[in-house]
């Protein structure tokens, strides 16, 4: 089996370069079997994959890895799990940033350490909706106590640009990570983000990787997709594909992918997930999926390396594609915009 690459991202903090995702197991993208669901992060598990992600938003997600974690314990033993790590979010209602508290920011991380059925939450990715409101440097201060509590190990961002994070940094928070989208559709984080994360020790966790699929042999020769797109996934990165350039250069670059792809004997996902691991201050890339069935062509990932030619053949193709404006996240933060108006903002009091 193909040896799962690791990274220490603090001194005895290390995880698989792989992470389990978990928001395919929220009901957006269809109906989730509990118990195939919960079996199968024992599969991830001991295929070395052992850094799960989920979030305090994604419906069902933390009480499923709470009740995989004590199901796996009981029948491996209390050292069965001694790598697993699992990192959540903390991402309050847009609706309650103008009025958020410590005490329901600590109320919702107690919340957390129930559902996941720990004594402490390995890394928290804070996320914050407006910047208009700026009382994200004052919220992350009440994490920041719940750190020195005990409660968190790890505080971490997810979705800042670097403006943001740099005040962040700024204010005394001690960031070990910021989860971003990035992809071979979207650079974004390779703008100015990276170049900061490097110089402030910050790695970076993407997800969006493969693009809801969309970076996949599946799409490969396949007509556009109209408006009957079958989850909010694909919704989000079709919209992720316009910006790139449009339909016929993603084929282009699926054709290019492909080539590659037979080239090493793995699958175009496999050759687009290994581009983002191998960027600038990529520490890991997050995997969602449903069913297990996956984790064959996962492990591929780590025995795959691009060569030179490989790398010019994808750059040809991407020194086509148009840019997405801004840093990271940026024309999402735009509620009424393309991208901001599929977001659901209100699901923290929902779960």
Known sequence: MTQMQRVE???????????????????????VDRATAIADMGAYYDAGVTAFDCADIYTGVEEMIGE???????????????????????????????????????????RSLSRLRVE????VQFHWWDYSVPRYLEVAQWLRELQQAGK???????????????????????LTSMQVQYSLLDRRPARQLGAYAREHGIHLFCYGTVAGGFLSGRWLGAAEPGQDIANRSLIKYKLIIDDFGGWDLFQTLLQTLERIAV???????????????????????????????????????????????????????????STIEGDVYSVERDIH??????????????T
């Not at 991202?9 to 109906?31: T, V």
């Not at 402490?120 to 890394?123: C, E, G, I």
């Not at 915009?337 to 929902?350: C, P």
């Open 152 to 174: 968190i190990d790890r505080l971490s961002g997810t979705n800042f640009d670097t403006q943001r994070t740099k005040e962040l940094v700024d204010a005394g928070i001690e």
């Open 9 to 31: 991202l603090a001194p005895g903090y290390s995880i698989s370069r792989i992470l389990k995702g978990g928001w395919q197991l929220a009901g957006d993208h269809g109906s």
């Open 263 to 321: 080239k090493h004997g793995v699958s175009i996902a496999t050759i687009a997930t290994r581009w983002v691991l191998d960027q600038e201050q990529v520490a890991g890339a997050i995997v969602g999926v449903r069913r297990g069935d996956h984790l064959p062509e996962h492990l591929k990932v780590m025995a795959v390396a691009l060569d030179a030619e490989d790398r010019s053949a994808i750059a040809q193709v991407l020194a086509q594609s």
């Open 337 to 350: 915009g393309r991208h901001g108006n599929i977001m659901k903002y209100e699901l923290n009091s929902a």
């Open 120 to 123: 402490r939450l390995d890394l």
């Open 68 to 110: 995989f974690r004590d199901d796996y314990r009981n029948r491996r033993g209390a050292d069965s799990l001694d790598q697993l790590k699992i990192h959540t979010k903390f991402v309050p209602d847009l609706s309650a940033l103008k009025t958020i508290d410590h005490r329901l920011v600590q109320q919702t991380i107690d």
